[in-house]
């Protein structure tokens, strides 16, 4: 088989010479010459953007490539491609740039000017290296592995304010608590809050993986914020304006990523629907809509399920709605909110006890909610009704939505059944332009 090898040179006579000795090397498959680091790595994100094996084994970085400093696209390559062997082309072979390169990934190290001899052992050892890594991977393979791996749940909210954020940190506390290795994502990509829920200063976000075509563990790992719950998290950007970086596309790659690296993923997904909500709603395996007992929020739910149904990403009946903020008191009562909103509502619902959360939601401190209170105790206990506490992943074949078990909690003893006085169902079916497809991008106005 050819090795296929990628010049990087920003020296239109060095390029010439290189040129001609890749040429002369046996077996080989000499690349048309890159003149700079911005082509290059587009290059490379093109030809693997099908599998690894559209990648050159081997990819020849000339000190002087520019703009970007050649030991910075010597890593990105290492991070974005690991199954490329990167070698240095250098006038400064000294033991300082040599350690250097190998820091940042390189597989060797050529000496200006570069002999016949030297260029024909470093290709032959790095070509040798990256067919490992391939052969390591199997063809076609995700560097992840293969399987739907750990369990994916949302938490979309029916509008804003209903206790989305809270109910997504304290479920994906709860998987950690329980052994399974959780990551924690912020897909509410302009309004996210799970940073200030749980005091977290971070430099790279969601934002950040967006443009990376071949998401390795390196990469990911690297973007994670280990918090000290334990949760590995992955938040919204700090500038909003950077939500359009996060494409349908890209969400669907960072959500298979993160299954296949953790056992547990919970996605805070807001109120607010778009291409990347959209694709994380479709492929989980339970999709939580959270909802008050009051009209307002019922009816979001309705709005919600409706446009989800549209659009054809998800089911009414595979929908899980949780009650946030319940008492006996309030006429709107679960079964109520079963019938309007034709989802299955859990047994669990939140209670409405706004001092255990006063002290934690004004320290960002949400990590720390009082064990023994009624809010952590009931959202730790919706999180085995999510199946993320407990019980075997679910097979490929399994249809989304969780348990099929009567989610509709028995009316308490001496309470009075719920009337729905006052309660107006919401019927208009709104102006959302209707696209039939399986997923896509989409708002209500």
């Given at each position: ?23 002369r ?15 290059l ?15 050159p ?37 000294s ?14 190290v ?31 393979e ?19 304010g ?12 709860a ?8 990551a ?24 950040d ?56 993923v ?7 629907l ?43 009946e ?12 309030t ?7 079963a ?33 023994k ?13 999510a ?13 989304p939505?969780?348990t099929?078990?009567?989610l ?8 009075a ?8 169902p ?7 332009t209707?696209r ?10």
């Open positions: 088989m050819a090795t296929r090898i990628l010049p990087a040179v920003g020296d239109a006579d060095l390029a010439h010479a290189l040129t001609g000795l890749l040429g090397l046996p077996g080989a498959e000499p690349q048309p010459p890159i003149g700079n680091s911005t082509s790595l587009d290059l490379l994100a093109a030809l693997g953007s099908e599998s690894v094996a559209g990648l084994e081997v990819v020849l970085v000339h000190e002087r490539i520019g703009p970007r400093p050649a030991l910075e696209v010597v890593r990105e390559i290492a991070l974005r491609f690991p199954a490329v062997g990167t070698v240095l082309i250098t006038g400064d072979a033991p300082a740039v040599y350690s250097a390169a190998m820091d940042s990934g390189a597989r060797g050529l000496p200006l000017p570069i002999g016949y001899d030297d260029l024909a052992a470093r290709v032959e050892a790095v070509a040798a290296w990256s067919t490992g890594v391939r052969r390591h991977l199997g063809p076609g995700s560097p992840f592995g293969a399987g739907r791996g750990g369990t994916l749940v949302t938490v979309t909210g029916a509008k804003g209903v206790g989305t954020t809270l109910t997504a940190v304290q479920l994906a506390l998987a950690q608590a329980s052994g399974r290795e959780t924690l994502v912020d897909l509410d990509l302009q309004t996210g809050d799970v940073a200030s829920f749980l005091d977290v200063q971070f430099r790279r976000s969601v934002a993986l967006a443009g990376i075509s071949d998401l390795t563990p390196r990469v990911l790992q690297d973007a994670v914020f280990a918090h000290e719950s334990g949760l590995a998290l992955l938040l919204a950007p700090a500038e909003g304006e950077r939500a359009e970086e996060v494409t349908e596309t890209a969400a669907r790659q960072l959500l298979t990523a993160l299954r296949a690296r953790y056992d547990a919970v996605v805070d997904c807001g109120a607010h778009d291409a990347a909500g959209a694709a994380a709603v479709e492929n989980a395996d339970t999709a939580l809509l959270v909802t008050t007992p009051d009209v307002v929020a019922v009816r979001g739910v309705k709005r919600q399920v409706r446009l989800w149904d549209r659009l054809q990403i998800r089911k009414a595979d929908t899980l709605t949780v009650v946030n903020r319940h008492t006996r008191s006429e709107i009562q679960p079964p109520l909110i019938r309007i909103t034709g989802t299955r509502v859990a047994r669990t619902t939140v209670p409405a006890a706004f001092k255990e959360l006063q002290g934690c939601l004004d320290s960002s401190r949400m990590h720390e909610l009082d064990s209170g009624a809010v952590r105790q009931a959202l730790w206990a919706l999180a085995g009704e199946g993320l506490v407990g019980g075997e992943r679910r097979a490929d074949g399994d249809r939505g969780g099929r078990a009567a509709v909690p028995a009316q308490a003893p001496g309470s059944p719920p009337t729905g006085k006052g309660l107006v919401y019927g208009a079916r709104g102006t959302l209707t039939r497809r399986r997923r896509g991008p989409a708002g209500e106005g």
